[in-house]
């Protein structure tokens, strides 16, 4: 079935269409971004002071790396911090777990997905919003969070995570911490980017700073901390 749909989706990005189709489907789509685009501001507007956490959903409750994101949102929680997630299972469901147990702000970006993504029960039911698109959810990840915590997952996980050390690079926000958690998993990564992508000028020296390399919950809410005693805290754009 879902290789039929596959089919289905190129076989009609080369159909011709006439001006008629194509300016109603347009529009539409126009209303339905709008609308989405307007959700999500209206609801993390009003929410305050938020760190985005990333990571695998297909991560289970008894993996060390579930049982860590559970841990830094609770503390990052007991900081003050709200914790913004995508909402689903895995790492997403741990981090809303930690911060929803610590009494803390538990904020749910879901994307309906066909195999994996679900919305987990340790959303704040007032703040768990929905998304057909991706880049929109992206948005609204960069925009009310304010520092990033990086557990490993895979494309999806890699995807939030260039987005945002590129937003920062280019200065599109500020230079918001970003943390990478668990040094093992990264480490193939770390030395391709520190070596080979440096080494052929795709990228300088100085944005080895843009991240931080971490372990423990307590190395990455003191990341955290010890950047926001410097500033205050506000929307990235």
């Not at 841990?71 to 930690?98: D, F, H, Q």
Request: hydrophobic content about 40%; overall charge negative.
């Amino acid at each position: 079935m879902a290789e039929e749909n596959t089919d289905d989706r190129i076989a009609k990005a080369f159909a011709e269409k006439d001006w008629n189709e194509i300016k109603t489907s347009n529009s539409w789509q126009i209303f339905k971004i709008m609308a989405e685009f307007v959700d999500g501001f209206e609801k993390l507007g009003k929410i305050g002071p938020c760190v985005s956490i990333f990571g695998s959903a297909r991560t289970k409750p008894d993996h060390k790396y579930y049982k860590l994101a559970e841990e830094i949102a609770s503390k990052l929680t007991k900081e003050g911090y709200g914790v913004i997630t995508g909402g689903g299972p895995g790492i997403m469901e741990a981090a809303n777990k930690g911060a929803k147990e610590a009494g803390g702000k538990s904020v749910g970006l879901n994307i309906e997905l066909p195999h994996e993504q679900y919305a987990n029960p340790f959303v704040d039911a007032d703040k768990l919003i929905s998304f057909d698109y991706f880049f929109i959810r992206k948005v609204m990840f960069m925009k009310y969070a304010q520092g990033f915590i990086v557990l490993p997952g895979g494309f999806g996980t890699l995807d939030e995570l260039f987005e945002a050390m590129t937003l920062i690079q280019t200065n599109k926000i500020g230079k918001f911490p970003i943390v990478w958690v668990g040094t093992e998993y990264w480490s193939g990564l770390l030395n391709w980017v520190k070596t080979t992508m440096t080494e052929e000028k795709y990228i300088s020296v100085t944005d080895h700073e843009l991240f931080s390399v971490v372990d423990t919950a307590d190395e990455a809410v003191e990341i955290i901390d010890n950047f926001y005693s410097k500033y205050l805290l506000r929307p990235n754009f």
